[in-house]
């Protein structure tokens, strides 16, 4: 039999400004009216598909910034603003930013909000209404297809396609926030009835052997160029695990079982933290498991089976993505027909199983929960539920949860020392190397230098909750998209982001900010 594992990771970076409570970019919001809920719903329709769904602690925290109207979202306050009432910057801003969706799979799918694209490309004049179409159409073409097509007043407003009202466009937002509103229950109510496991990551999505030290990038890559002076603040790690364990257990009342470490990111350092905290498996990527068995050459025999990390501190499972089947989801079939992409996914898997035949195989499927979609037809439901149909059909592989899997059949074998690595090369060069992370990594070392002697110092300000607060920046500041996009992002979105955490962060502990933070890292 082969036992088949989804992990769909959802997150999205911490983009909330902590002191003025305002959002700069909408993702959380338009992504959780997109890809979080839907995805769910689909499954329902296929009870013998159980599946894992990674849900990052800060990325909660923001839905549930807007359910409790605990954020202030720039985009949707323009969203809302009449039309008639709009200032100069706020048509300019429309106009910028209220095509970010699929050109091909989305705007091009509803003539309207195609109209307006090229109306905006040829510079030609925005009228009122189309000012107001753009609004709508915007919060509109974000919602997922399955909430357009099965809510009649959502049904309505796409049919009537143009000149719409204010009133219309109210109710598509105030849709949006109901959405937001059902997400964490209705994943407590999947994890309840047994269909699925929910996982967590480290609660701010930080590296975490980067935050145990720096340095252990050299392990990955002997050639990695480290900042000077390194970062090395091992209790942060358990922080971040704990507060994420915590956070968990409010919300789903159990414990997590499973773990996604952040960008599939391990090395033998952090285990520790991980056992400590009561977790029980954890996911990476296959190049970690060769890299640890010291194997130069894929090996299906030794990939699809758990494995068993026994130290001193106490026994942790770990399994191994397939890469190239994730990545096929992830990258490839998008730009296939439907039809044949389901066939040439299940022709994997039935290669895998007749390769190995006789034995229980567990093949691993982790990636990303959510951008994938948007370059999917119709944001990847007619790909998923053909899919779960064969899925449901077929008689020799069965899908699971991966903490079904394992009660079933726990690890024999053992790796005695895991590798450093992540997801990308088994390496840390996507979050530490070229001259613009490393210049991050050395700002933040000194803020958390200033952070450990401000806090051994000064206990006035721990008073009236300014520790509590100067931490939660510290670890938002050690979240991985900041590296990730440094030197590698022409907009400078993130750049910006961790420049405003980063200030923020020292007025938090009553300093000036650095003169260097008022310019682009770039620059």
């Given at each position: 039999?082969?036992?088949?594992?989804?992990?769909?990771?959802?997150?999205?970076?911490?983009?909330?400004?902590?002191?003025?409570?305002?959002?700069?970019?909408?993702?959380?919001?338009?992504?959780?009216?997109?890809?979080?809920?839907?995805?769910?719903?689909?499954?329902?329709?296929?009870?013998?598909?159980?599946?894992?769904?990674?849900?990052?602690?800060?990325?909660?925290?923001?839905?549930?910034?807007?359910?409790?109207?605990?954020?202030?979202?720039?985009?949707?306050?323009?969203?809302?603003?009449?039309?008639?009432s709009l200032n100069r910057q706020e048509k300019e801003f429309l106009l910028e930013n209220f095509f970010s969706i699929n050109k091909e799979r989305v705007i091009s799918l509803f003539p309207r909000y195609y109209e307006l694209y090229l109306k905006k490309k040829t510079e030609e004049d925005f009228k009122e209404?189309?000012?107001?179409?753009?609004?709508?159409?915007?919060?509109?073409?974000?919602?997922?297809?399955?909430?357009?097509?099965?809510?009649?007043?959502?049904?309505?407003?796409?049919?009537?396609?143009?000149?719409?009202?204010?009133?219309?466009?109210?109710?598509?937002?105030?849709?949006?926030?109901?959405?937001?509103?059902?997400?964490?229950?209705?994943?407590?109510?999947?994890?309840?009835?047994?269909?699925?496991?929910?996982?967590?990551?480290?609660?701010?999505?930080?590296?975490?052997?980067?935050?145990?030290?720096?340095?252990?990038?050299?392990?990955?890559?002997?050639?990695?160029?480290?900042?000077?002076?390194?970062?090395?603040?091992?209790?942060?790690?358990?922080?971040?695990?704990?507060?994420?364990?915590?956070?968990?257990?409010?919300?789903?009342?159990?414990?997590?079982?499973?773990?996604?470490?952040?960008?599939?990111?391990?090395?033998?350092?952090?285990?520790?933290?991980?056992?400590?905290?009561?977790?029980?498996?954890?996911?990476?990527?296959?190049?970690?498991?060769?890299?640890s068995l010291r194997i130069k050459k894929r090996d299906a025999k030794i990939l699809y089976q758990p494995y068993l990390l026994k130290r001193e501190e106490g026994n942790l499972n770990i399994v191994f993505r397939d890469r190239n089947l994730s990545d096929l989801l992830g990258f490839v079939y998008h730009s296939?027909?439907?039809?044949?992409?389901?066939?040439?996914?299940?022709?994997?898997?039935?290669?895998?199983?007749?390769?190995?035949?006789?034995?229980?195989?567990?093949?691993?499927?982790?990636?990303?929960?959510?951008?994938?979609?948007?370059?999917?037809?119709?944001?990847?439901?007619?790909?998923?539920?053909?899919?779960?149909?064969?899925?449901?059909?077929?008689?020799?592989?069965?899908?699971?949860?991966?903490?079904?899997?394992?009660?079933?059949?726990?690890?024999?074998?053992?790796?005695k020392r895991l590798a450093a690595g992540s997801w990308i090369y088994a390496q840390f060069g996507k979050w530490i190397g070229n001259p613009y992370k490393v210049k991050a990594w050395e700002w933040l070392a000194q803020a958390r230098e200033e952070l450990k002697d401000w806090d051994s110092s000064d206990k006035?300000?721990?008073?009236?909750?300014?520790?509590?607060?100067?931490?939660?920046?510290?670890?938002?500041?050690?979240?991985?998209?900041?590296?990730?996009?440094?030197?590698?992002?022409?907009?400078?979105?993130?750049?910006?982001?961790?420049?405003?955490?980063?200030?923020?962060?020292?007025?938090?502990?009553?300093?000036?900010?650095?003169?260097?933070?008022?310019?682009?890292?770039?620059?």
């Amino acid at each position: 039999m082969l036992y088949l594992a989804f992990i769909f990771h959802m997150h999205q970076p911490y983009y909330k400004d902590l002191l003025t409570q305002e959002s700069s970019l909408p993702w959380v919001r338009l992504h959780a009216t997109k890809d979080y809920l839907d995805m769910l719903q689909v499954l329902e329709k296929y009870p013998l598909v159980h599946q894992t769904f990674n849900l990052v602690p800060s990325l909660v925290e923001q839905i549930e910034d807007y359910e409790k109207d605990a954020v202030k979202d720039k985009f949707l306050e323009v969203s809302s603003k009449p039309a008639a009432s709009l200032n100069r910057q706020e048509k300019e801003f429309l106009l910028e930013n209220f095509f970010s969706i699929n050109k091909e799979r989305v705007i091009s799918l509803f003539p309207r909000y195609y109209e307006l694209y090229l109306k905006k490309k040829t510079e030609e004049d925005f009228k009122e209404e189309d000012y107001r179409d753009l609004q709508t159409w915007f919060n509109l073409a974000w919602i997922d297809p399955c909430f357009r097509e099965t809510d009649s007043e959502l049904k309505s407003i796409v049919g009537k396609a143009r000149f719409f009202s204010e009133e219309d466009k109210q109710l598509v937002l105030e849709k949006q926030l109901g959405i937001l509103k059902e997400i964490v229950s209705a994943y407590k109510k999947f994890q309840e009835n047994g269909q699925i496991e929910v996982t967590l990551s480290p609660y701010y999505h930080p590296i975490l052997p980067l935050l145990y030290n720096t340095n252990i990038a050299r392990e990955a890559n002997p050639k990695a160029i480290l900042p000077k002076p390194g970062f090395s603040y091992p209790l942060d790690c358990q922080a971040q695990i704990e507060s994420a364990v915590s956070f968990y257990k409010t919300r789903f009342a159990r414990a997590p079982r499973g773990m996604w470490p952040s960008e599939e990111a391990v090395s033998e350092h952090i285990l520790p933290f991980i056992m400590h905290s009561g977790i029980n498996w954890i996911v990476a990527d296959e190049a970690i498991l060769f890299k640890s068995l010291r194997i130069k050459k894929r090996d299906a025999k030794i990939l699809y089976q758990p494995y068993l990390l026994k130290r001193e501190e106490g026994n942790l499972n770990i399994v191994f993505r397939d890469r190239n089947l994730s990545d096929l989801l992830g990258f490839v079939y998008h730009s296939w027909n439907t039809e044949k992409a389901v066939a040439d996914f299940m022709r994997h898997l039935e290669i895998i199983n007749n390769s190995l035949k006789g034995k229980d195989l567990f093949v691993a499927i982790a990636m990303d929960g959510e951008n994938a979609w948007e370059y999917y037809p119709n944001d990847g439901h007619d790909f998923l539920e053909a899919l779960y149909q064969k899925f449901s059909d077929t008689k020799f592989l069965k899908c699971v949860s991966v903490s079904e899997y394992l009660k079933k059949f726990p690890p024999c074998a053992k790796i005695k020392r895991l590798a450093a690595g992540s997801w990308i090369y088994a390496q840390f060069g996507k979050w530490i190397g070229n001259p613009y992370k490393v210049k991050a990594w050395e700002w933040l070392a000194q803020a958390r230098e200033e952070l450990k002697d401000w806090d051994s110092s000064d206990k006035r300000l721990a008073i009236n909750g300014k520790r509590e607060l100067a931490y939660k920046q510290m670890y938002i500041l050690e979240g991985s998209d900041w590296f990730w996009w440094y030197g590698e992002e022409p907009q400078g979105h993130f750049d910006k982001l961790f420049r405003m955490h980063l200030s923020n962060f020292y007025r938090l502990i009553a300093k000036d900010p650095p003169a260097y933070l008022d310019r682009p890292l770039s620059t």
